[in-house]
């Protein structure tokens, strides 16, 4: 019902900054929530940011507030991930989500590798 794309990705040096973009299509409509998620070799996958399409609230993770933010266009279904200052500890894939409010995330993107080298 969601299809989602990530883009922007990349190789980055230590300090540097990226922005990551999701676009969504499909049925948009029942979409609530998007969130940004990321996942380390040998690590679980972890919420990085999340913001209500309908209410704007914001939620981040402790290791990256300050540094990252997350925005949103609701007219072009996409959200953004504008990433500052970034660490080799930052390394990961990351992966756009989308949920419905009281249900868990349910629709996924294929992922983009963000690398940072020090």
């Known amino acids: 019902q969601v299809q989602l794309v990530e883009s922007g990705g990349g190789l980055v040096q230590a300090g540097g900054s990226l922005r990551l973009s999701c676009a969504a299509s499909g049925r948009t409509e029942t979409i609530d929530l998007m969130g940004w998620f990321r996942q380390a070799p040998g690590k679980e996958r972890e919420l990085v940011a999340g913001?209500?399409?309908?209410?704007?609230?914001?939620d981040y993770a402790d290791s990256v507030k300050g540094r990252f933010a997350i925005s949103r266009d609701n007219a072009k279904n996409t959200v953004y991930l504008q990433m500052n200052s970034l660490n080799p500890e930052d390394t990961a894939v990351y992966y756009c989500?989308?949920?419905?409010?009281?249900?868990?995330?349910?629709?996924w993107g294929q992922g983009t590798q963000v690398t940072v080298s020090s």
């Open positions: 989500a989308t949920a419905r409010l009281g249900r868990q995330y349910e629709y």
């Open positions: 913001i209500y399409s309908t209410f704007g609230n914001i």
